[in-house]
């Protein structure tokens, strides 16, 4: 005997759009991983934007994609990532452009920067001690809002907290249906196993049991 379960035919559609949801953001994910792991294989280093200061050329939000440049090899107009001298009160790292290059007293160079929407220049002059200085060498714009957001522990604990609590509500649903779908088969095998043992008495049988009756009676 072979029983229809209407009960999986409305769960399956259900459990197959959150299956290819599932799938989608694991893949999405790992794009995401990919394409941000991939360029530091080449040598590049990836910086945040968080600030309004390079507007219009680079907005808040972009990731900078920048690659180790040779200091002597600086030119007025590169973008720079570095951190102002100690004395300038900003102990955060900046990306600005490099809008003035001159010797500086007992040799190197001053570098003075400037964010484009900035009307000033950054009121600090600078050497750079390193040979090695990372210049921009292109952005990708809003991707950086991601890293802002989860730099907040409240943002950080829904985007991880929410997709684990639908897969464990998946998971639930699934061991419930499962355990339903069990009891209903036990039931149905218990079901089919008492209509098997009830005895069924052929007619014909019953008749022959009438007339030796009516013939013990006749006699």
């Known amino acids: 005997m072979v029983s229809k379960n209407p009960h999986r035919r409305r769960t399956s559609a259900p459990r197959r759009v959150a299956g290819w949801t ?23 280093s990836r910086y945040v934007i968080t600030g309004g200061s390079m507007t219009g050329t680079i907005d808040k939000g972009s990731v900078v994609f920048e ?3 040779s200091v002597e090899d600086l030119e007025v107009g590169d973008i720079i990532t570095y951190l102002p001298p100690a004395d300038a009160g900003n102990e955060s790292l ?21 964010g484009d929407a900035n009307p000033k220049p950054d009121p600090w002059h600078f050497k750079l001690v390193d040979e090695k200085q990372a210049v921009v060498q292109y952005s990708v714009p809003h991707v950086g809002w991601v890293f802002i957001a989860l730099a907040d522990r409240t943002t950080r604990m829904l985007i991880i907290g929410i997709p684990a609590s639908l897969i464990g509500l998946q998971a639930l649903s699934q061991l419930f249906g499962a355990l339903r779908r069990s009891e209903k088969d036990d039931a149905e095998i218990t079901a089919d196993a008492g ?4 005895e069924e008495i052929d007619p014909t049988v019953t008749d022959l049991l009438e007339s030796d009756r009516l013939a013990v009676a006749d006699a």
């Open 22 to 44: 599932l799938t989608t953001a694991i893949v999405l994910v790992t794009l995401f991983c990919t394409a941000w792991i991939a360029p530091s294989l080449f040598g590049f």
């Open 94 to 114: 900046v990306t600005h452009r490099i809008i003035k290059m001159e010797p500086a007293e007992g040799g190197g160079v001053l570098f003075t920067t400037k």
């Open 67 to 69: 690659k180790p440049t």
């Open 195 to 198: 209509e098997g043992t009830s």
